[in-house]
């Protein structure tokens, strides 16, 4: 959960520039109910996920324990006045107004679905920049603050190869020195989009050095952050920023790692996610393979040594290959023996584009349970992909 500092008015500028306005009054709620539950932070989800809102929490705010029977005592106490936090929430809302930040709240289309998936998804995002955090296909690179010329190398490759392949996908990582900013770099340069999640708010930068890179990312990619601005930096908020990472991914890619870091954290996460990790073996007894090496030997991660390992491994080489095969003249044929459901489920999401189990429930006015099997069918016969996240994809 975010921490924020102090009440004190909105900075005048922003050192990053400007993207996309969300406003409400629901808003307003949500960014007090962050700001009160700190302490409690997967409570105050609960609710939130349970109420559906953070202005559903304050209008139940003096009968909680009637909603939530096992709320705490400290919680209902701490949600009885909520003055300071609104207007700490309406000094945020005229900062977001004055740089046009996006606000992504838990439960919304542009939400990051992976993410929200995740049992300690943050309520509040706050987004500057262009991607789309709910393509087909993202991946997280992350490893050491100290990148040797080795890692680095691997980066180039893979970022070289990813593009090379067709398969393009959104690369994710944290916007520190070492592996996350040569892997924002190689990305842009090799013209893949990029999102940094930062560890404070977008009032500022850290660290201040990358400044140049995430004015460039802005435009090819963008910033996240769950932090209200006048956050600071602290050691803490880097922890809690490799959830987001972690799970807004379909994998984690390890380049390089001491015996302990921030990486094998995310590693970590990720695995609790159940999300796909790779990394990338080094010489034995070099210092910044140790994490990589160790992670493999006890089968926390799969060994890649090339882009093409990864992009086999999560399937991504059926979509390349019929890709090449339209960009040939040569198109699929009609799907042979679909029942009249399965042909509502392939037009649905011909039309639709990637759905969730339960959306696609929904316009097909199929039941889950039916849906179910008829995925499986069509998955079976190579008709679709379920993705990271709950989505299924139409693969023609």
Not at 45 to 53: F, K, M, N, S
Not at 283 to 288: E, N
Not at 357 to 365: A, D, E, I
Request: charge should be negative; proline fraction near 4%.
């Amino acid at each position: 959960m975010s921490t924020c500092s102090d009440p004190q008015p909105p900075r005048s500028a922003s050192p990053l520039g400007s993207s996309k306005n969300l406003g409400g009054l629901g808003l307003l709620y949500t960014l007090a109910l962050t700001r009160m539950t700190g302490f409690n932070f997967q409570t105050a989800l609960q609710l939130y996920r349970q109420l559906g809102g953070g202005q559903a929490v304050y209008e139940h705010r003096h009968d909680l324990l009637d909603v939530m029977p096992d709320c705490s005592p400290r919680l209902v106490a701490a949600l009885q006045d909520w003055d300071l936090a609104l207007v700490r929430a309406e000094q945020e809302l005229a900062f977001i107004e004055k740089h046009q930040i996006k606000v992504l709240l838990l439960g919304q289309p542009d939400y990051p679905q992976r993410l929200s998936e995740c049992p300690d998804a943050p309520i509040v995002l706050f987004y500057m920049g262009s991607a789309n955090l709910n393509q087909q296909r993202i991946v997280n690179v992350i490893g050491t603050r100290h990148a040797t010329t080795y890692g680095q190398d691997l980066i180039r490759h893979l970022m070289a190869d990813l593009r090379t392949m067709g398969v393009r996908p959104l690369v994710v990582s944290g916007l520190a020195y070492g592996i996350d900013i040569c892997a924002h770099r190689e990305a842009l340069g090799q013209g893949l989009e990029t999102v940094g999640v930062l560890a404070h708010g977008l009032d500022e930068l850290y660290p201040p050095r990358h400044r140049d890179t995430a004015k460039q990312m802005l435009q090819q990619g963008g910033l996240l952050t769950e932090y209200m601005s006048e956050t600071r930096a602290d050691k803490l908020n880097f922890v809690k920023r490799n959830r987001i990472v972690a799970g807004m991914a379909d994998a984690t890619i390890l380049v390089e790692s001491a015996a302990k870091g921030g990486g094998l954290i995310t590693c970590a996460i990720a695995q609790d996610y159940n999300r796909q990790i790779f990394a990338f073996p080094g010489a034995v007894g070099a210092p910044y393979s140790e994490g990589c090496n160790n992670l493999i030997r006890d089968n926390g991660a799969q060994l890649v040594t090339s882009a093409a390992d990864i992009v086999a491994a999560l399937g991504w080489q059926t979509d390349q290959q019929l890709q090449q095969a339209k960009q040939s003249g040569i198109e699929r044929c009609l799907f042979p023996e679909l029942s009249e459901d399965e042909q509502t489920v392939v037009n649905t999401l011909s039309t639709e584009g990637d759905l969730q189990l339960n959306v696609l429930s929904v316009k097909t006015n199929l039941g889950i349970g039916q849906l179910t099997a008829l995925l499986f069918q069509l998955e079976m016969k190579g008709i679709i992909r379920p993705l990271a996240g709950g989505s299924y994809h139409l693969l023609a």
